[in-house]
């Protein structure tokens, strides 16, 4: 009766796991269809869509997903070389389509079923969580110097990602000049009526030492108590002088920027060009413009993402600075919705523009990530520093709770900036 009973169990767990080996290979199946169905679904938008909403939107995922997949991969391939186990690394998010392991390596290579970012799952980013490893294939009892260069290696791979982007964009289309020069006063304008004329160099403005021209937008956008802006030019001649300049407002369309005055009312423009005032932009600018004439060349390209690539840091921190001061409003930040307007925008001046946009985005990432703030890289990297400082481990718990706070918080700032978003794009 046992001997009958045995295998009668033995047949029945031969089944259960006939059924379960079964029920995984229709799951990758059906995984696989949903991966083919995507990905030929992001080829028809791209090829017969282009430049509508749903082309916006696959562009924006197709960016967002190159810099998640390309700020993983730096975490880790700096874990393999400091000798944290992975357990896996993936491409796209959600169910598993494809999973392999090379020889003598435990880390799993998976691809998800939805292409969008990416992930590097290390044992011990907090703490041992698998008491089968070694103690020393944690990324928690990894020196403190290795776990600085896992952490700051996703940011790293950020920022040579934008400086090859940056590159590949002067090499193929040409590079302007990023100093404070003038390329161009318009006539008629503020500041021509002032004197101020192209090749004039711009010094500062509102107390700030301008550079470049990405810096000065920045602080025209900071909140100024006065309504007008202080300048001191440098003449071609090499003399200096101070301009308080009050912007003039323009009616922005279709590439026209009319100024509006006395005489050349707005509604006089308006019914000029027959246009209604949904239809048009209000404006304000004194005039000036960036150098347009393209350079090209192997040094001039380097030139060119050395300098926009620390010019566009320097001003993502003086951003961040204005909000933290608060000279520049929540509404200077853009979610979800307001990256697809900005996409929107970019498209409609071609590649280049994307090439640009994207290179942007992927130092937006890098720089926030970096910020010492808990549930960011920064915030991990702090945490080591302090255990640096102090010569004490932090208590894992009480790390993890901190970064999990922090990180609700961001997302429910996240969701006011989305909310703020979708209000302007409908109103």
Request: aromatic share 10%; proline share 2%; with cysteine.
């Amino acid at each position: 009766m046992s001997k009958k009973e045995t295998t009668e169990d033995k047949t029945k767990k031969k089944n259960v796991k006939e059924e379960i080996k079964e029920e995984k290979e229709q799951s990758a199946i059906v995984s696989l269809i949903e991966l083919l169905a995507i990905i030929a679904f992001v080829i028809i938008v791209l090829v017969f869509f282009p430049n509508t909403a749903i082309w916006n939107i696959v562009v924006l995922l197709l960016i967002l997903t190159v810099l998640i997949f390309v700020h993983e991969f730096g975490h880790f391939i700096t874990g393999k070389m400091c000798g944290v186990h992975i357990y896996e690394f993936a491409l796209g998010m959600g169910p598993k389509v494809l999973g392999f392991r090379r020889k003598n390596d435990p880390t799993i290579y998976t691809l998800r079923a939805f292409p969008i970012g990416g992930y590097c799952q290390l044992a011990g980013e907090e703490l041992e969580d698998d008491e089968s490893l070694p103690k020393d294939k944690f990324m928690c009892n990894k020196t403190k110097l290795q776990r600085l260069l896992i952490l700051v290696a996703g940011v790293t791979m950020n920022f040579i990602t934008a400086f090859v982007l940056l590159f590949l964009i002067a090499i193929c289309f040409g590079s302007t000049d990023q100093s404070n020069i003038i390329g161009n006063v318009e006539k008629g304008s503020v500041a021509y009526e002032a004197g101020i004329r192209a090749g004039d160099k711009i010094v500062s403005c509102n107390g700030y030492e301008i550079t470049t021209w990405d810096k000065l937008s920045v602080v025209t956008a900071m909140k100024n108590k006065n309504d007008y802006y202080e300048y001191v030019i440098e003449h071609k001649d090499g003399t200096s002088e101070s301009y308080k300049l009050v912007p003039a407002d323009y009616i922005m369309f279709d590439n026209e920027a009319i100024r509006i005055t006395d005489e050349h009312t707005k509604e006089k423009i308006l019914e000029e060009y027959n246009k209604s005032e949904d239809e048009v932009v209000i404006s304000q600018k004194i005039g000036v413009s960036a150098p347009s004439e393209k350079k090209y060349g192997f040094i001039n390209s380097i030139k060119y993402a050395a300098i926009k690539f620390k010019s566009i840091v320097v001003t993502m921190l003086m951003i961040i600075w204005g909000l933290i001061t608060g000279k520049i409003g929540l509404n200077a930040l853009s979610g979800p919705v307001g990256m697809y307007s900005i996409v929107d925008e970019a498209a409609k001046y071609g590649i280049e523009n994307i090439i640009y946009l994207s290179a942007y985005l992927s130092i937006n990432l890098g720089v926030l990530n970096i910020l010492p703030i808990p549930a960011f890289d920064g915030g991990r990297v702090l945490f080591v520093l302090i255990e640096a400082i102090t010569r004490k481990k932090v208590n894992a718990k009480v790390e993890a709770i901190i970064h999990s706070v922090c990180f609700v918080l961001l997302m429910i700032l996240m969701l006011y900036i989305t909310c703020k978003d979708i209000l302007r794009l409908i109103f």
